[in-house]
């Protein structure tokens, strides 16, 4: 009976020393024998071998089937990303603390009971439910390009203190109500991802949204305001409902540390979302533009409707609406911080950019646009309105521009003598008679970067120098020659230069052809060598010219049209006319005389012209019994009004009779009106006071 006994314990002892685990995968299995756990690649490993392993690192090795793992009982850490499996069952691996998996194959993931699962990592899988609801020690969760998930569980995994959400497209909700250890939140990309509720988890330190298009709905109303918020690219999360709007309101900067935005420039705080806005609107009248708006979070929140949130756009610094088919840019004139805007390639027959007085970059190329006005955006630096209709481009006051494509155009004249920073010149393919370059920076000009071909009638090009454009630039047209005087384009009145009222247009009598009959005002017996010039009248139908030419007698003479025998007036150096037909093109001849002593010599050279409504600065005054003072006049940047009455608004004309600053509101006696993003030059400033007095002053703006 002993032996049997000792036999029968021998045997258990054999049986149990030998007891093996079934791997059934030759991949599996060659990675144990790797790690000399086993030593026969034959679908068996000894569990002895295998209980007390704590990590397994088997990325990307061709394992498709974890049939075994069930046995590593001691395993802690498990690393089986990138292999072709399709489902993975762990739940007998109660040690597991920490977990990286995922690959396109895998549909199923089990991970239920791991009481000690600390951390997971899933990514690039096909699992569409992923359940941590029993992982109570679980404090971290990564899951990223998991194209199908649509279910995520977390309801009771207490301990939850981070989750980082990245590109999980099908994912539309997440509950982290019961999560409230949730210090982190990280979603980047998941794009049906539509509504977040932070009001339980009152531990949250860092929350952060990228690029989640559906984002919508967001409440953080969790008696917290000192938590970290960064919200970027979210077009359709206008507001996010906090704890106190105002402490967020007043608190919390716009911008990081480093200076880059932390929040879009549309994004709100309120207590709660659901009030009525009162958020003023601009009108965007096409529709393509206002749908476009409201993709990129400009809009007003309602698409269709025509409206755009004015905070919004007033915000933006950059616009770039290139291709959306676009006829109308109307409402462009509230986007007043832009300084980079791109509007090619859309259907658009006349763009008004002259509220955009910080604009340094302007793209409005391959457009049907037969008019562009420039002149009151001073900060220009490059423009392209290549491939339009226009016939008209004066860069007389953009000073800073250093790059000009009008190529395919119809602009039959160019002068870019104020254009001194010019590095860049295309303007093949026009109309062009006349092209003055002679602004003393040819020099830096190379040939790859001046073009002026395909203009059939321009025979002469006014340069600095004619050795340097002979040498170095080479892309004009056979008729075409360089020169530094060429004979005026503008030298008969079949081709007028346009001017714009209240803007100095300099000009050139040198190699200009005398006229066929002395004007009036013209000295007796002197050659009268004269260019000419056309203007629009303006409403008021009056008007003030002045001409200035140094040392030279400047002149003046004024036509209803180029084939009437005499002027409407002739005077010297200035010219003041009233009772114009307000619309009606009129011309002036100009030429430039010597002293009786010097008449012997050249009458000619250059002067410079200016032509102003002078109704705009009318000195017409209504001076009630008031003690008004505006000061420092002339100014250079701010300019300070006083009064003894109320000031209600301050509005200020330049010479065109528009409206180049107002201010509204001020109710006050005394208010300081920044100046210092209008150009230099004369201006009509209008106050009303408190019992709607209106009085006028010119100011000088330097």
């Known amino acids: 009976m002993k032996y049997r006994i000792l036999f029968l314990l021998a045997l258990l002892s054999l049986v149990s020393f030998s007891q093996q685990t079934y791997v059934p995968d030759n991949n599996f299995e060659q990675f144990l024998i790797n790690k000399g756990y086993d030593t026969v690649l034959d679908d068996y490993v000894l569990t002895d071998n295998i209980k007390d392993v704590t990590f397994l690192s088997m990325k990307s090795i061709g394992i498709q089937d974890l049939t075994g793992i069930e046995d590593f009982a001691g395993l802690t850490e498990l690393r089986i990303s ?63 390009d998991n194209t199908l998930l649509v279910d995520f569980n977390t309801t009771g995994a207490i301990n939850l203190d981070h989750i980082t959400l990245n590109n999980n497209d099908a994912l539309e909700t997440v509950d982290i109500s019961s999560n409230t ?35 919508s709905n967001v409440s953080i109303k969790n008696g917290k305001n000192n938590f970290y918020l960064e919200s970027l690219r979210n077009p359709n999360l206008k507001c996010v409902e906090v704890s106190d709007a105002d402490y967020v309101n007043a608190n919390w900067s716009r911008t990081k540390i480093t200076g880059a935005f932390r929040f879009d420039e549309y994004l709100v705080f309120k207590n709660n979302c659901d009030e009525p806005s009162t958020e003023e609107t601009t009108m965007i009248p096409d529709g393509n533009f206002e749908s476009y708006l409201e993709s990129i979070g400009a809009g007003n929140g309602v698409t269709g409707d025509n409206l755009a949130s004015t905070s919004a756009i007033q915000a933006l610094t950059t616009l770039d609406v290139s291709g959306q088919s676009i006829t109308d840019l109307s409402g462009i004139e509230e ?23 910080n604009l340094t970059d302007l793209d409005c190329s391959y457009n049907d646009i037969t008019a562009l006005s420039i002149i009151k955006n001073l900060e ?63 020099s830096q000009i190379a040939n ?12 002469c090009i006014q340069v600095d120098n004619v050795n340097y454009s002979n040498t170095t630039w080479f892309q004009i047209d056979m008729q075409t020659n360089f020169n530094e005087t060429c004979v005026p384009v503008n030298d008969d009145c079949s081709f007028t230069v346009p001017i714009v009222l209240g803007q100095d247009t300099p000009g050139s009598t040198i190699s200009a052809s005398g006229a066929a009959t002395n004007p009036s005002c013209a000295k007796n017996g002197s050659v009268v060598f004269d260019v000419w010039y056309s203007f629009t009248a303006p409403a008021s139908g009056s008007m003030n010219i002045t001409i200035s030419a140094g040392s030279l007698i ?100 330049d010479f065109n009779g528009s409206v180049a600053l107002k201010e509204n509101g001020v109710n006050s006696t005394i208010t300081e009106i920044p100046l210092q993003n209008l150009p230099a030059g004369l201006y009509l400033v209008r106050i009303e006071d408190e019992f709607n007095n209106f009085i006028n002053k010119k100011i000088i703006k330097k």
Do not use: H
């Open 82 to 144: 990138e292999n072709p499996l399709q489902t993975v069952d762990l739940t007998a691996n109660t040690e597991l603390q920490y977990l990286t998996a995922g690959g396109q194959t895998l549909t199923s993931l089990n991970i239920s009971g791991l009481t000690k699962l600390i951390r997971i990592n899933l990514q690039d899988s096909s699992v569409t439910s992923l359940d941590v609801s029993t992982n109570t020690d679980l404090e971290i969760v990564s899951l990223s």
């Open 181 to 215: 250890n949730l210090s982190n939140f990280f979603s980047y990309y998941c794009d049906k991802l539509n509504n977040l509720d932070f009001a339980n988890n009152t531990r949250i330190t860092d929350i952060i949204f990228l690029e989640m298009n559906s984002l």
């Open 335 to 357: 986007f007043i911080a832009l300084t980079n805007l791109n509007c090619s390639t859309n259907e658009l027959t006349s763009l008004d950019v002259s509220a955009l007085v």
């Open 380 to 442: 220009l630096v490059n423009l392209n309105c290549n491939g339009n209709q226009i016939a008209e481009l004066n860069t007389l006051s953009n000073a800073k521009l250093e790059s000009l494509n009008c190529e395919v155009n119809a602009i039959e004249y160019l002068n870019l003598v104020n254009n001194t920073r010019l590095t860049k010149l295309s303007c093949n393919d026009n109309a062009l008679k006349g092209l003055n370059i002679k602004n003393g920076n040819n």
């Open 448 to 459: 790859e970067d001046f073009s002026a071909f395909a203009n059939a009638d321009l025979t």
């Open 554 to 653: 400047s002149k003046i003479a004024l036509y209803e049209s180029c084939t009437d025998a005499s002027p409407i007036n002739c005077d010297t150096g200035n010219l003041s006319v009233n009772d114009l037909d307000p619309g009606q093109e009129y011309y002036l001849q100009v030429w430039l005389e010597l002293s009786s002593r010097l008449q012997s010599r050249l009458q000619s050279g250059a002067f410079t012209l200016n032509a102003q409504d002078s109704a705009v600065l009318s000195n017409e005054e209504i001076e009630p019994t008031t003690t008004l003072s505006l000061y420092p006049n002339p100014t250079s940047n701010v300019l300070w009004i006083q009064n003894s009455n109320s000031i209600q608004a301050v509005t200020i004309y």
